[in-house]
């Protein structure tokens, strides 16, 4: 869970806290009636009462009205419902949707990261599936035009079928065009309840789009992560990967680039911002309610209850 900032912590029921006054007081009377000092105040003159008392071990010990002062004030606490973050239940993480867009460019068949840039994107598309289970997920691929392979389903192996078939010849237009498969994404993430990210899985962006995705972001309050495939000095039929593009694009939409790598820290890292952007979106819900953390305090309530099964263990009311 995303650190949540201090001016979000309030209680849900504050008439509770009006207990807390109350126990103030009614500590001050169990003090007066535990203090032989205080007792005789009013009867012997303060110079002879210092002689006249005898204070001991006992005098320092946490006696049954400390613990009864404790007792009400973490009741108090419990009952006023304190939180700072939105209640997030398993069923809306799971909900985080994703589109995935796969550019399906000649480069794309570059041979620098083996078998090819393509293969590797497919192999991450399908590790990344493989850990969003039950998640919904659209694919979408793009070169010089875009278009939706599949919507939103939660359907893994099916997703997997279709990211099998990708290749740059089944594209009808030959080029670049990130930003209409930018609009392509915000097509399906129209009819979303939650907040969703669109993963671009590219060897890079050129950084003239860098205010198309701005203004996406701006616009939607979605996310855009790059997932970059590629080395820096290229292949054979393949330029070096874009890094220089992908990062001004991605500072523009207030994104971030991952490096493909061999083992699986790129997609958990994916997959930890995808997630992190859906908690995000529903701190900022105000039609989401608000996760009681006072719960947890009646078990310290509970404690000091048990003092009370021990023998001898009373409190005196009065005087």
Known sequence: MPAVPDTDFHFLRPWALLFLPYAVWLYRRLRRAYSAALQWQGAIEPALLEHLTVAGRARRRLRPYHWMTALLVLAALAVAG????????????????????????????????????????????????????????????????????????????????????????????????????????????????????????TDGVDRTHAGAFEEFVSRTGDQVLFLAFGTEGGGPVAPPVDRGGLDAVASAAGGSVVTATLGEKDVVALGRRVHTHLVNAIEADDALSWEDRGYPLVWAVAGCMLLWFRRGWTVQWKA
Do not use: C, N
């Open 82 to 201: 304190p939180t700072w973050e939105r209640e997030v239940t398993p069923f809306t993480q799971d909900r985080a949707p994703l589109v995935i867009a796969i550019e399906l460019t000649p480069s794309m068949l570059g041979v620098d990261q083996q078998p090819t840039r393509l293969d590797r994107a497919r192999h991450k598309a399908h590790d990344l599936l493989a850990r969003r289970k039950g998640a919904r997920t659209a694919v979408l691929g793009y070169a010089g035009s875009a278009h939706v392979l599949l919507p939103f389903t939660d359907d893994t192996d099916l997703l997997d079928v279709y990211l099998d078939a990708l290749e740059p010849e089944l594209m009808p237009s030959q080029g670049d065009a990130p930003e209409l498969a930018l609009a392509a994404a915000e097509r399906l993430l129209a009819g979303e309840e939650v907040a969703g990210t669109v993963l671009f899985l």
